[in-house]
């Protein structure tokens, strides 16, 4: 979701009621805005687990608050997963999660949002002013390069197969010390590298190999004001069905509101129109 309000919510619940195939979520930093985390938990379920598919496990961590937070996977989750890990061995390991440990790209700057102040972090005008100029060259990995060794570490000491994260508007697919890491973040919102391109992935996973399927979508020009109007069409419908007698409620008030002026002032506006032509108005 963009933000955590229960109205859009609504939005992504609608939209993955339609699948016919089972489906496994972890948060984001989008998600957990607004109390976000709190209304996930009661759709969803906890915030990190796992569970085995045959020969395969799949772990699915939380690590949302990595954004603007010193750190991103808190220590019971850190206790939780190395203890899943030991457990797992001698099956394929799968981690799921959000925020990278390491931003591939090149000439980033580090993110300093976590020592803003906090009137800032929940000021309205500086969220808005956040969300206009954009956060591209911004580093969009762990803070804490230490904790991000540590997750790394624990990646390669368990020999997990494929790490698959998110986060970073864009594709990338690289190795480091023996284990796969996955970043597909291009579903949605701007894409932040040259070239980069709308898509999701096919993960094929058979006979002790597995294999990515990048299934491209159509790519329209990163306009904001596109974005933007397209956001604001489905909030609206979001929060109509959110509050629709209130919504309806507030439409009568203004249309009231409006039959008032315009009886109010009719002398002119019925003089204007016949002035326009309509001379069958009497």
């Known amino acids: 979701m963009y933000g955590g309000e229960p ?6 619940y609608e939209t993955v009621s339609k ?13 957990i805005r607004e109390n ?3 209304i996930y938990t009661e759709l969803f379920g906890p915030p990190y687990y796992s569970f085995d598919y ?4 799949f772990i699915f961590l939380d690590s949302s608050r990595g954004w603007t937070e010193k750190t991103a996977i808190p220590q019971e989750e850190y206790q939780w997963l190395e203890a899943d890990l030991q457990k797992a061995q001698g099956k394929r390991i799968f981690v799921v999660s959000h925020i990278p440990p390491t931003d591939p790209r090149t000439s980033i700057i580090p993110n300093t949002y976590p020592e803003l102040g906090q009137s800032q972090k929940t000021s309205l005008l500086q969220n808005e002013m956040n969300k206009l100029c954009g956060t591209s060259n911004i580093d969009h990995a762990f803070h804490d390069k230490q904790e991000a060794a540590r997750f790394e570490n624990l990646m390669t000491k368990y020999k997990v197969d494929t790490v698959f ?3 970073i508007h864009s594709f990338f697919s690289f190795v480091k010390d023996n284990v796969r890491y996955i970043i597909t973040g291009g579903a949605g919102a701007e894409l932040l590298t040259k070239d980069s391109y709308y898509h999701y992935i096919r993960v094929h996973i058979k006979n002790g190999e597995n294999y990515l399927e ?5 790519s329209p020009p990163n306009q904001i004001v596109d974005r933007y109007l ?3 069409q489905m909030f609206a419908s979001s929060i109509y069905k959110e509050y ?3 919504v309806l409620a507030i439409a009568v008030f203004l249309a009231l509101i409006i039959g008032w002026i315009l009886w109010i002032f009719r002398q002119r506006w019925w003089s204007y129109l016949k002035r326009l032509g309509f001379g069958f108005m009497k």
């Open 7 to 12: 109205n859009r919510y609504r939005l992504f």
């Open 19 to 31: 699948l016919q195939v089972p489906l496994y979520t972890t948060l984001g930093n989008h998600d």
């Open 36 to 38: 976000g985390r709190t």
């Open 54 to 57: 045959l020969n395969n496990h």
């Open 165 to 167: 994260l998110s986060h």
């Open 214 to 218: 990048i299934v491209q979508l159509p």
């Open 230 to 232: 397209a956001a604001g």
């Open 244 to 246: 629709t007698t209130l």
